[in-house]
């Protein structure tokens, strides 16, 4: 072979090698850009409408200027709150027998949960509907509540399974050989050491549920005052944002823009605390 | 207290006149219905350090997992046979693993101290996780006590509160011992507690058994001949899951009773 086609073939893999680079640059660069682009928009449509009072007063009617979001801010804590009542424990105690004790029920139960991550979240909605809205007669917190615990569950049993999975085998059989009970080891050692990656699924969960709006539309439904008890309809962001930005009045449209960007601002804290809390704590498992 | 049956085992009329704190009847393990132990009979003497060797897979983690009922923690595995401790049967229909395994502790080949944990905290953990309220002043005397049987007490005194796992690995060792004695357990089962561990770390180990069978009676597996050798006074020898020979270790490395012990202990297969 002669120098000069070496030379030739040696430019070519280069080249092939910097097409390559680039062709995976630009598709990250893509995935970034809905990213900043998205935050950019909200920003800047949104930051205008945002003041204390969106914060602390009721919405106003149609034609009066001002007004806020404070009952539909509330609403969605509470909303999560109820979910995390009923998704938490019962996700968290499912990952745990999936990967601690796991029976003949384990297989199922984990194609469940895949099956139930999947499930679009109308389709929850429209189950809490028929069990908890037609039963109470009439759209209520707690049905909200019940729709997004739905969601949760599988996604806390799924992350309980895999971080209570990565839990050496030798601490438990530590444990055991020192006579303390399955239960005990189960709940001081497995759950203690995995509990930084649990709590990282639990609020990832939370941040999930928070930003749903189909399931709340036929179960919370939405409340333009304070909801005074859990079986009220009861205001949330993301029905509010939608209700607004769907209106044909350009005040509404507005404060749809600074809901959307409160949400927004709530998802992106319990994103942050995630990497806060996992900060070099998962090392242990490692 | 059941009265004992004649052992079977020809091995087991050894002329000593210490008491049998355990003594294995006619145990087999299974693993997923593979055999993996046929019908061991052993007697564990008290206060004395007996070792048990040979060549991987022979069956020697299996059988000092059974001797406290850890061999049936894991899904498929079980055991039958009788391990008398003290006269009573452990495998006895009725009897609690978990009360079993708080008079029979045991250290892996591993050292496992609890991430979360703290050393003293790691000392006390058998206790605590067993309800039991310890008062500050009990605790304190308990974790000096245990680490210092453990021989660790000097190096960690002044760092009690430092996670167990910023220790050295013979530390850790030394400390999953102490964990160990802390809850006052009867018999001490040692699975190849030194193979992770430097020559230093080993011998302060080897030289702790020695200490430590004044008051327990030891169970000591390891694939180290020399360790058996040096720190046991009583050696068994398991093949494929038979127990091949079982003697006083002096007479076990001088003059095996068995071709297959002598193949063994000068390294022709293993």
Redesign the interface.
Known sequence: MSASTRDSFYLYRKLKSSLMMGLTLVATVLTLLPLIFVLAYLVSKGLSSLNFNFFTHLPKPVGEPGGGMANAIVGTFELVALASLMGVPIGIGAGLYLNEYGGSLSAPARFAADVLIGMPSIVVGIFAYVVVVRPMHGFSALAGGFALGIIMIPLVTRTTEEMVRLVPQELREAALALGVTRWRTTVSIVVRTAAAGIATGVILAIARVAGETAPLLFTAFGNRFWSHGLSEPIASLTVQVYTYAISPFANWQRQAWAGALVLTGIVLALELGVRWITRGRLKPLR | MISLPASKSPESAVKVPAAEKLKVADLSAYYRGKTALRSINLDILANHVTAIIGPSGCGKSTLVRCL?R?HE?QAGNHAEGQVWLDGEDIYAPGVDP??????I??V?Q?A?P???MSIEDNVT??LR???RRLGRAERDRIVERSLRRAALWDEVKDVLRQPG?SLSGGQQQRL?IA??LA?EPEVLLMDEPCSALDPISTARIEELLLELKASYTIVLVTHNMQQAARASDYTAFLLNGDLIEFGETNQIFTNPGRQETEEYITGRFG
């Open positions: 406290n850890m923690v978990v009360q079993v395994r708080r008079r502790g045991m892996f591993k496992t609890f991430p979360t953990a058998g996780l067993n309800r796992t999953c964990r160990a809850v």
